[in-house]
């Protein structure tokens, strides 16, 4: 008896390789749907891996020893058994073409996903699949359902790249809902009006520096890509640490923000198999680029630390003067709202990016003449009369509409459905799938907007940022607590230029260009784009 269980293995080592690739390929089927599909486990990306290697070598010794094959015959048998199971965790090339890797090589040849996703629904319909348990609901009902209250789904495993523990992670990769609420209060304290009346005069600053730098051209074309890339990173410089990266001034990037730079590519594409992006995060050296700016926050977190420390008691009663300090005076005060641990803090402090563009009222004259005339009804005399509290609509209508045909994120952001699944009009999403409505798809579809492709922000008038579909910010409990300011930012710079310049590409092939050549690294990435600016 005792020698029974040695007697099966060796018959099944023994079996024939149509036997033992059938198997295999079953083994793989079951895998597939009752552990890959159903569990998360984009975070156990290398002990799968492991486990997977080390049965592969099992295999090999045990085809040696117990089977009697020799070594090169027992490797073919591990690679016929690892090929089977492979085939049968994919199923067929139909579903290999709608597994996570299908979609990293289309975002690999461009860096696309989000044009790869729009046409994906151009050909299949409201409801695609986009990976083996992933959704794309292309559906004006579905953002409601999936991100508004009091929805039940829940951040996907793409947010927990860095970690799942909370007291390590950012409140950006915080999927637990009620301890996202506690924290996004400190945030919401550092981007709240209270605040915004403080950071409003350095913003203004800012806004003075770039009219500056573009009169300083004379006339001459001006990266406003890069240009503006400057402004963003040197406001949230100020406000975010009250420190500054000087971007503006030296008219190059800070090695910091470099670092962030030199890794968006690899986010862009890697990031569409989020298992894949973290297994990789964790070689040594492999983030070296974004660890720069990681030093960097480490660092101002520190100093700023000390800062408070020590003006705490001369200033108690006064706010705080920039966002990091919120954050810390709710760290030390014990407050539930704050950051539960250092490394966390040290996430938060990454936070802090915003741009802006110009693009579409260049191509649009039209519009940025009426966008003028609005401004100059407010400000008849000019730059001098100049005050950020005067309330403009069409300016609004301007940032609006370009967040509408350009939005910031042009990918879904992920959720989970909830266990015992839900309804999306007459279709049943099972518990456990990722959905998401593709912003950029839907920002764009013909059946929601009249003239969709068209820049039209007098459309505003008669619409709703909250009924149209339209979530360049998210919507409900998770969405971006940095709304406020960064409309006010967007509001100071696009109001300035118009009262003081009139714009025009430069070349009007490299416009072309930009408006293609957009790269989806999770954040939209712009190409470069030269305007001439002439004084009015």
């Known amino acids: ?79 016929l058994i690892a090929t089977a199971y492979n085939a049968g965790v994919v199923s067929r090339p139909f579903l290999a073409k709608i597994s996570r890797f299908y979609a990293m090589n289309n975002a690999a040849r461009q860096v696309q996903a989000y044009k790869d996703v729009q046409n994906l629904h151009k050909q299949y319909g409201d409801i695609v699949r986009v990976g083996p348990r992933e959704l794309s609901i292309n559906r004006p009902s579905a953002i409601k359902i999936i991100y508004e209250h009091p929805t039940r789904t829940t951040r996907s495993p793409w947010y927990a790249q860095v970690s799942n523990d909370v ?45 500056s730098k573009i009169a300083e051209h004379g006339g001459c074309p001006i990266d406003m890509t890069e240009y503006a890339m400057f402004f963003g990173f040197d406001v949230m410089g100020d406000i975010g ?27 862009g594409v890697l990031g569409t198999a989020p298992w894949l992006l973290s297994m990789i995060s964790k070689v040594p050296g492999a983030a070296a680029g974004f660890s720069r700016f990681t030093a960097w926050c480490h660092q101002q977190l520190q100093e700023k630390r000390k800062v408070v420390a020590h003006e705490g008691a001369m200033f108690k009663d006064r706010d ?106 007459d279709d049943f999403i099972p518990g456990g799938t ?29 619409l709703s940022t909250e009924k149209a579909p339209w979530i360049p910010f998210a919507r409900g409990q998770w969405a971006c607590p940095g709304r406020n300011f960064a409309m006010m930012e967007l509001r100071m710079v696009i109001s300035r230029i118009a009262l003081e310049y009139s714009i025009a590409i430069a070349e009007e092939d490299l416009g072309e260009r930009f408006d293609k050549e957009a790269k989806d690294t999770f954040t939209l990435t712009l190409p470069p784009l030269r305007f001439l600016f002439s004084p009015k």
């Open 1 to 79: 008896m005792a020698s029974r269980p040695s007697h099966i293995l060796v018959a099944a080592l023994q079996s024939s390789a149509q036997v033992t690739a059938a198997v295999s390929l079953l083994a793989g089927v079951v895998s597939h749907h009752l552990v890959f599909r159903p569990f998360e486990i984009d975070g156990y990306a290398w002990q799968i891996f492991s486990t997977y290697l080390i049965t592969f070598f099992v295999l090999i010794i045990g085809n040696v020893y117990f089977a009697g094959y020799g070594v090169i015959l027992a490797l073919a048998r591990a690679l």
């Open 167 to 211: 007291t390590k992670i950012s409140l950006n990769s915080t999927r637990i809902l009620k301890v996202h609420k506690l924290r996004k209060k400190a945030w919401e304290r550092g981007f709240g009006f209270r605040a915004l009346a403080v950071y409003a005069p350095r913003v203004k600053a800012k806004v003075d520096l770039l009219l």
């Open 241 to 267: 640490f009250s420190k500054d990266f000087h971007m503006l001034e030296s008219g190059s990037e800070h090695p910091a923000i470099k670092g962030v730079h030199d890794s968006m590519l690899a986010i």
């Open 320 to 425: 705080p003067r920039d966002v990091i300090s919120w954050l810390i005076k709710a760290f030390n005060e014990g407050d539930s709202s704050a950051p539960p641990g250092e490394m966390a803090m040290q996430e938060d402090a990454r936070l802090l990016i915003i741009t802006g563009r110009l693009y579409f009222l260049a191509k649009n004259p039209d519009s940025y003449r009426q966008l003028q005339a609005a401004v100059e009804e407010q400000f008849p005399t000019g730059a001098n009369d100049w005050t950020y509290e005067k309330s403009i609509p069409y300016v609004d209508y301007v940032i609006q509409e370009t967040l509408r045909l350009k939005p910031s994120v042009p990918g879904g952001l992920p959720r989970v459905a909830p266990p015992q699944g839900l309804m999306i009009d």
């Open 434 to 462: 990722v959905i998401s409505v593709p912003t950029y798809t839907i920002q764009r579809d013909p059946r929601f907007w009249s003239d969709a492709h068209d820049f039209r922000p007098e459309r505003w008038e008669k």
